[in-house]
């Protein structure tokens, strides 16, 4: 990314960018369930919305996969629209996308400026009743592997019924473990374990018919799949109205409420660091985490801090490393969270972990970021290991988001063994570059 280097630069830049934009590189979206027909006395149609906000035309293209197929599989006379422009400012609705009430899915290849939904409307009598958005799913809300999500508030009643469905979002097979539960916590059916075709929709009608429940409310499914996949139910009420269910939201949450300091957990032990600021010759802050039993096993470890940006290092994309949690041995396999920064021409967040992996693997992702010189930011890391999620949250001082980035962890919990070190602000020479005037505060590490 070029950066301006006057308000006065930048202005030109963005005026000639509304007058002359181009469209950004294509991305794919899933949308589910496409359906068209009966449900009851119900008229029932997915309908996508498109929408460009930009001053320039931009294109899409529509295909439809069929329900519990392969859809990295594309035979003759599968539903593929050709591309279909939409005029700069306006908003298109596409109706008429499949012809059955299987529960297939569309593949949206959009360019990336389109702003895509879609909707099931239904028509009782003649007259339209009150609809329901559909899941669009992309990379940024998929449900990563090995994470359990969950998809509450079924209910089966004389008044309503529940349809389920789930994404299989990887492109190979993708094995996936359903509880079905009570509100009372009891499991309505056994254990589930089903394969989902790769890149591909599996949508049930009245799903707690189908397992023979007649009368339950607030019914909750948990869902834990080996690869990327989106879960979601649709409630429909005798009178036609819908109702979507996503994903709920869990309390492992990285957001804090203004003004309030998470307290240490039951069970955990929290770490308080003091402010620090490098200058030469005290470029690192590092210390031992002293007072972990060596023989306890945690769950998972987080780590939080501000840091007030103080400019970038004459190698503005060298790495400027912001924090190394290591368990006390060697570099290889004790890492257990290290975060750094590049700036302009490259301007990424990164984050990695090489817990129990051979001599030179690392569990690593990346995400673009833009930080400035003199501005606060807030930066949430967490190392989960049941839920086998490494994941590292960066907002600026008003709590916007910057980057949201995510990986597998390599093992599924925290062994102390010979005791945890973490070292902020790295300078390490032809590794990382110093962060002089960086002032880093309010840190904690938390194991629990």
């Known amino acids: 990314m070029k950066l301006c280097k006057t308000a006065a630069a930048c202005l030109g830049v963005l005026a000639t960018a509304l007058v002359l934009a181009a469209p950004a590189a294509a991305g794919t979206v899933y949308v589910g369930p496409a359906l068209n027909g009966m449900v ?12 460009n906000p930009t001053f320039s035309p931009l294109t899409f293209t529509v295909y439809e996969i069929a329900t519990r197929t392969d859809g990295t599989v594309r035979p003759e006379g599968g539903l ?54 559909v899941p669009v799913v992309s990379s940024g809300n998929a449900i990563p592997g090995g994470v359990m999500h969950h998809v509450q508030g079924w209910r089966n009643d004389p008044d309503s019924h529940t349809a389920f469905g789930i994404f299989n ?6 094995p996936c473990v359903i509880d079905v539960l009570a509100a009372s916590g009891a499991p309505l059916i056994p254990r589930t374990l089903i394969t989902l075709e ?62 309030a300091e998470e307290p240490c957990p039951d069970g955990g032990v929290c770490f308080d660091l003091p402010t620090f600021v490098p200058s030469p010759g005290n470029d690192i802050f590092v210390t031992d985490l002293e007072g972990l039993d060596p023989s306890a096993i945690y769950d998972r470890v987080r780590v939080s801090f501000d840091f007030l940006h103080g400019g970038w290092h004459p190698v503005s994309d060298g790495l400027h490393g912001l924090f190394w949690l290591y368990r006390n041995g060697t570099w290889r396999g ?12 490259r301007n990424l967040v990164s984050q990695l972990s090489n817990v129990g992996l051979p001599a030179g693997e690392t569990r690593r992702s990346t995400q673009s970021i833009v930080l400035q010189p003199g501005q606060l930011y807030h930066v949430e890391y967490e190392y989960n290991g049941p839920a086998r999620v490494m994941r590292t949250v960066v907002t600026d001082a008003v709590g916007n988001v910057l980057a949201d980035m995510t990986e597998t962890t390599p093992t599924n919990r925290v062994p102390v063994q010979d005791g945890f070190t973490i070292q902020i602000a790295l300078h390490r020479e032809f590794i990382e570059v110093p962060t002089f005037g960086w002032v880093y505060s309010n840190g904690r590490v938390i194991f629990d």
Do not use: W
């Open 334 to 345: 004790n890492t257990f969270g290290y975060v750094n920064f590049r700036g302009p021409n």
């Open 198 to 259: 790769p890149l591909s929709h599996t949508y049930f009608d009245d799903v707690l018919g189908l397992i023979g429940i007649d009368d339950a409310l607030d019914v909750r499914a948990q869902i834990d799949c080996d690869r990327s996949s989106y879960s979601y139910a649709i409630v429909q009420t005798a009178s036609g109205d819908l109702k979507l269910i996503e994903p709920s939201q869990t309390g492992s949450s990285l957001f804090t409420a203004p003004g």
């Open 80 to 133: 593929v629209l050709e591309e279909i422009e939409v005029a700069p400012g306006s908003t298109m609705i596409l109706t008429g996308l499949t012809d059955s009430m299987d529960g297939s899915m569309l593949e949206i290849t959009a360019d990336s400026d389109l702003v895509i939904g879609a909707r099931l409307v239904g028509d009782m009598d003649g007259e339209e009743v009150l609809g329901a958005r």
């Open 169 to 174: 979002l990887s492109q190979s097979a993708n």
């Open 40 to 51: 009851g006395d119900s008229d029932l149609e997915t309908q996508l919305v498109v929408s």
